[in-house]
């Protein structure tokens, strides 16, 4: 198997590795009798993860980006496949033994005052974790720790007691990210977390992730639907069609030679805030809506809508090939397009 | 005085009476645009984007009311009575809103919901209405749109129902089309092909479009003219190219910097304006961006510059280099 990682991070184990790791939710046939039938949200990704190294995840929606990032923190349960954590499995392993991994991993979401609950003042829920992880730790010490987590991501330490609906958009994401933050976990994951906000606040909160990350070697998955900014954070980047991985690459190689179809078009499709570049720009337009993930095409899955698609990509799945140390690619025709 | 504008507006002001005071949600606004003319409306969420285009088109909400003026050609519709409004909405001006469930009715077919207005403003027959309905849907790239036409909005997919909102704005031939962030929450692969869409239709009928978005790539690739608000008052205006090449505005500028660039790799940590969008129930005295601002001068906190004119259709709202 080939896996690989931007080439500075590479001389140290990696925190997580991924194989083969699968999610297919059954979905009640029609009829009375029908069996259910898989919906395939994520279909057999690998990857390894560096310590702090930022993985990016992107795709259309639905492409199984927020359900790769559950299954990863066994929020999902994995229908197959396996998660090392620090070299150890941790798909199905008992809950006993899971509770203690957790506070080396969290999560943070896109829609920053929906996942705070309203009736906790931002003190408290900052704290949670710290009360649920370290239950032997007094109060006062919580709170020190706390107000110092707020100052360290830009909000205002007397603002403790307030409640979240007080606070803007980019203030919850800090929110989040402080409580996030509070164990001190070695990855985060990190879904749509500036979706929602404003071009503005995008770059603030961007720039804060960035530097935690450098703070704390904290490993970050990063998924995004939008590709300029994840050129920005990641390292590297996985696109994700109907659950299953076109390209993994670090960042240069595939911004500057991206080698899948999908990607391609991806990135051409991103508009480019300069007229005269944005209205002279070559463009590969991707025609139609991404195919039910129940009945995904044969082949590779992408041949519905790639321009480059011949007889052999309705009948065999293109395998991953490494196409260079730093890049891997899932095409039959990679060569040739 | 005679103009080719198709729509005129001039110092429109909106206020919501709300339980907490007054929100002065836009503030003596004034552009116009011609045929066959794009222009594009930028600004951070709450900046007032929206609530220009409700007011001109007399959808604002109940707590809401409008003063000044807005023209449609020569006659004035700002605060016009449903029923003389309804004889241009939806049928001279159309409007696109970024949630297409919020003008979708969800228990009417779309045929339905698309051969109403012609039967009503264009006195077509059921057969007829429908024909243009399916031609239209067509147009917009629905494929099989003959028997589509008889879903459900909850049929279609987002990208789909986004197209099946256009279908329906462009029905009547619309000299206007405003777009309220149409493609915001698409994907980039379909966002294109909506951008696409418009632009060709734009050449196939000369509408006049106000394409309200925040993001700067999509007006780069789609806009002639631009109006960049903040807190409720348009803080500068110029054509594509003065915006993005020389824009004169501090915000403008910030804008334009903190916009993360696919084409380029990346520096060191991404340029961030500081702060905080304004909060339009309590702006402070004087500029607005003050507290945002990297130009600030005494002056800016006292008092509030006016959008200064500089010909050519370029204005701007800041001391640092108007003289003002
Ligand atoms: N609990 C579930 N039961 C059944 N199907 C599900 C469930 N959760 C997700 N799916 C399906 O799995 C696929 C992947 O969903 P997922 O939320 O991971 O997409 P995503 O890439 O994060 O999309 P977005 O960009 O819209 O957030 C979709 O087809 C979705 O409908
Ligand atoms: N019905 C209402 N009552 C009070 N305030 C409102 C109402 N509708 C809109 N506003 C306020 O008007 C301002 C401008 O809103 P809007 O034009 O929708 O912004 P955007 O630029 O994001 O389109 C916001 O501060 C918003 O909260
Ligand atoms: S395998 Fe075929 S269909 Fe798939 S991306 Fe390559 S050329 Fe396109
Ligand atoms: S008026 Fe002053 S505060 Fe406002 S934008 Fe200009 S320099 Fe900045
Ligand atoms: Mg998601
Ligand atoms: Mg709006």
Redesign the pocket.
């Known amino acids: 198997m080939t896996v690989m990682t931007a080439p500075d991070k590479r001389d140290n184990a990696p925190i997580l590795s991924v194989r083969d790791l699968k999610v297919h939710f059954p979905i009640p046939g029609k009829g009375l009798f029908a069996k259910d039938r898989p919906l395939k949200a994520v279909d057999g990704v690998n990857f390894d993860l560096f310590p702090g190294e930022t993985l990016g995840v992107v795709g259309e929606s639905g492409c199984g980006k927020s359900t790769l990032g559950r299954a990863i923190l066994q929020l999902i349960a994995p229908s197959g496949g396996q998660v090392a954590w620090l070299g150890k499995n941790i798909v199905g392993i008992p809950h006993r033994d899971m509770q203690p991994l957790r506070r080396d991993f969290q999560i943070i979401f896109q829609d920053p005052l929906a996942c705070l609950n309203p009736r906790m003042t931002i003190g408290e829920i900052i704290a949670e974790p710290l009360v649920t992880h370290k239950p032997e730790l007094g109060k006062d010490e919580i709170k020190t720790r706390v107000k110092r987590m707020m100052a360290r991501v830009g909000l205002l330490p007397q603002m403790i007691n307030r409640y979240p609906h007080e606070f803007s958009g980019g203030q919850c994401q800090r929110i989040g990210i402080a409580r996030a933050m509070i164990l001190e976990p070695k990855l985060i994951v990190c879904d749509e977390p500036v979706s929602a906000l404003d071009v503005s606040i995008q770059a603030q909160i961007v720039n804060l992730l960035q530097e935690l990350q450098r703070e704390f070697d904290l490993s970050l998955i990063f998924i995004s639907h939008d590709l300029s900014i994840v050129r920005h954070i990641c390292h590297r980047i996985m696109v994700l069609y109907l659950g299953n991985v076109m390209e993994l690459a670090d960042r240069d190689s595939i911004y500057a030679a991206p080698r899948h179809p999908y990607t391609k078009a991806l990135i051409s499709a991103v508009p480019i805030p300069d007229p005269e570049i944005e209205r002279n720009k070559e463009r590969i337009v991707l025609t139609g809506d991404l195919p039910s993930p129940l009945s995904p095409p044969s082949g590779c899955v992408f041949r519905t809508r790639c321009p480059f698609a011949q007889e052999k990509c309705a009948t065999d799945v293109p395998k991953i090939d490494r196409v260079s140390e730093t890049q891997e690619v899932a095409c039959h025709f990679h060569d040739n397009i | 005085m005679t103009t080719n504008h198709i729509l005129t507006v001039e110092n429109l002001s909106t206020r919501?009476q709300?339980p907490d005071g007054e929100?002065e949600?836009?503030n003596n606004v004034n552009f116009h645009i011609d045929p066959g003319e794009t222009l594009g409306v930028v600004?951070?969420?709450?900046?007032?984007?929206?609530?220009?285009f409700?007011s001109l088109m007399g959808l604002?909400?109940k707590?809401?009311t409008s003063t000044g003026s807005v023209r449609y050609k020569d006659k004035e519709i700002l605060n016009l009575r449903s029923r003389d409004l309804n004889k241009i909405r939806g049928v001279s001006m159309s409007m696109i809103f970024q949630d297409p469930m919020t003008s979708l009715n969800p228990f009417l077919k779309i045929s339905r919901q698309m051969t109403e207005v012609l039967v009503e403003h264009r006195g077509m027959s059921e057969a007829d209405a429908l024909k243009r309905a399916v031609a239209m849907l067509d147009r917009v790239g629905i494929s099989g749109a003959a028997q589509r036409v008889h879903m459900y909005p909850h049929e279609f997919s987002g990208g789909m129902r986004q197209r099946v909102m256009i279908a329906m704005a462009l029905l009547c031939d619309p000299e206007v089309l405003i777009a309220?962030e149409p493609t915001t929450a698409l994907d980039v692969t379909v966002q294109a092909q909506i951008l696409d869409l418009l632009r060709d239709l734009q050449k196939d009928f000369n509408t006049a479009t106000v394409m309200?978005t925040h993001d700067l790539g999509v007006v780069a690739g789609l806009c002639d003219r631009v109006m960049v608000?903040y807190g409720?008052r348009v803080v500068e205006t110029g054509t594509v190219r003065d915006i993005f090449y020389d824009s004169h505005h501090p915000y403008t500028e910030g804008l334009l910097k903190s916009m993360p660039r696919i084409d380029r790799a990346n520096e060191d940590s991404m340029f961030a304006i500081p702060g905080q969008p304004p909060n339009?129930q309590n702006l402070p005295t004087g500029c607005a961006y003050q507290e945002r601002c990297g130009y600030v001068m005494d002056r800016c906190c006292v008092e509030r510059p006016l959008l200064k004119d500089f010909g050519d259709g370029r204005a701007s709202a800041c001391f640092r280099e108007d003289g003002q």
Do not use: H, Y
Request: hydrophobic content about 45%.
């Open positions: 919501f709300t929100v949600a836009v600004g951070e969420s709450g900046s007032g984007k929206t609530q220009i409700l604002l909400a707590n809401g309220d309200i608000m409720g339009l």
